[in-house]
């Protein structure tokens, strides 16, 4: 039987009666191989590059050793900027007139800013600066955490019409105390 008819014969089955289909599947001459030669032959091409095993176990050792590197000085750098913070920046006037021997003019003072600040915070920072009570009437608006940034030289109004563009809480102010719904 010629090769193409044997092909036909696998795409289209359909087509062929069983004895046709076996005699087909009786002239192909499948060899066997030996199982013993093929298994050294095999260990032969295995054991065939052991240096190419040694530099595949020093890549992998120093692509280990940056990453744990990386991941070291990743949380060494995120330790070192806390996630909460409440900066305010001061220039240094002394330093400058003892430095310089002048007067420095006043300066405007730097923007005070909240990151990722719970309000309870927030308002403690408020109530120490502008000397007013702070009330909680809503205790579940004391963990609401902000991004929220001001001029130091706001007045108190300022800053409470500032925090109450936000939807979730409400300030009101009532002589000196700040009262939080």
Do not use: C
Request: charged letters at 30%; aromatic letters at 8%; proline letters at 5%.
């Amino acid at each position: 039987m010629k090769k193409e008819e044997q092909i036909r014969m696998l795409l289209h089955p359909e087509k062929y009666t069983d004895e046709q289909l076996d005699q087909m599947l009786d002239e192909v001459n499948i060899p066997v191989p030996e199982a013993n030669r093929e298994w050294m032959r095999f260990e032969k091409k295995r054991s065939g590059f052991p240096i190419l095993k040694i530099a595949a176990s020093i890549i992998s050792v120093l692509m280990l050793s940056g990453i744990a590197y990386a991941t070291i000085a990743h949380f060494i750098e995120t330790d070192e900027k806390p996630k909460t913070a409440i900066t305010e920046s001061k220039p240094d006037v002394d330093k400058v007139e003892k430095t310089y021997g002048m007067e420095v003019p006043p300066t405007k003072k730097a923007p005070v800013e909240f990151n990722n600040v719970e309000l309870q915070q927030i308002m403690k920072y408020v109530s120490d600066n502008y000397n007013v009570k702070v009330e909680f009437k809503n205790n579940d608006a004391r963990t609401i955490r902000f991004y929220l940034q001001w001029e130091a030289d706001n007045t108190l109004q300022e800053i409470i019409d500032k925090i109450n563009h936000f939807e979730k809480v409400r300030l009101t102010l009532n002589e000196e105390t700040i009262t939080i719904e």
